[in-house]
């Protein structure tokens, strides 16, 4: 990459931004070339990642994404419309286009600039290796690497003592099943940012299976949160199982069964309403 570009900067703000990120990603856009242009694209009307960042004076123009349609993130596609636009705009004469993501559905987007003679850039923090997005792409950039060594040296090395290792008995995963308590099986508790955006990804999954009329199993509801967030994983979410992941919102969803074979998946208001196990008649 050449010296003096003139980068345009494009945030996914709804896939969790956070102000250290965007400030060591700023500082290292700065030395190569002048940053003329940037947006953050989001929902912002009913989200409320906007109060994490001071976006208005780092200079963003905000842009928001609203009507979004179930099972589909609108957003994205707005950030792909916006890139498009600038592209043919004369007035910006934008060289490179670095996006702030690590969603892997903008594969295509990279392409295509590339093929129109631009630089791209992709900053994030999941699915570097991805060989796609490395053959698309002119430059990776990580942004854990940017912001691992300035934290480093603001906190000072203590020595700690190993934690115990505890064996954690296989029937202590329902203890607290009722009352909606993460049990045993959860590997580290959501903070309250990620608890409030997975409640939105199961609701926009819910939705998604009863509009493409599929049975209401818990493979289809994965298939759908995949398909809403390809990044979604329970693991990194905190929990071992995607049956335990779904216990833990008991407000919004509800798990009639015991494994994953023969479960099913009501939303919650349709609690009242769930079919009745039939009693078994009495042998005379």
């Known amino acids: 990459m050449t010296v003096n570009q003139n980068i345009a900067l494009l945030v996914d703000a709804e896939n969790g931004v956070s102000a250290p990120q965007l400030d060591a990603l700023l500082t290292e856009l700065n030395q190569t070339g002048s940053v003329i242009e940037k947006r953050a694209i989001g929902n912002w009307s009913n989200n409320n990642f906007n109060k994490k960042v001071q976006w208005d004076n780092l200079g963003f123009k905000i842009v928001n994404q609203t009507g979004q349609i179930p099972g589909h993130n609108g957003s994205d596609f707005r950030l792909v419309i916006e890139a498009i636009e600038m592209v043919h705009d004369p007035d910006l004469n934008i060289d490179t286009f670095v996006v702030m993501s690590s ?117 289809s509801l994965y298939r759908a949160m995949k398909h809403c967030d390809t990044e979604f994983s329970v693991r990194r979410l905190g929990y071992a199982r995607f049956f335990d992941f779904l216990r833990s919102f008991p407000e919004i969803v509800t798990v009639v069964g015991t494994d994953k074979t023969d479960s099913t998946v009501y939303p919650g208001r349709d609690t009242a309403r769930l079919p009745r196990k039939s009693s078994k008649r009495r042998k005379k």
């Open 103 to 219: 969603d892997q559905g903008f594969i295509p987007l990279y392409s295509r600039l590339r093929q129109l003679g631009k630089i791209v850039i992709v900053a994030g923090n999941r699915h570097l290796k991805n060989s796609k997005i490395k053959a698309t792409t002119d430059r990776i950039i990580n942004l854990n690497t940017l912001v691992q060594p300035q934290q480093q040296t603001k906190k000072p090395k203590t020595a700690t003592k190993p934690a115990k290792k505890t064996r954690t008995r296989s029937r202590s995963r329902w203890t607290n099943r009722k009352h909606g308590k993460p049990s045993k099986s959860v590997l580290r508790p959501m903070s309250s940012g990620q608890r409030q955006r997975t409640r939105r990804l199961i609701q926009r999954a819910l939705a998604h299976v009863q509009n493409s009329n599929r049975n209401r199993s818990l493979d």
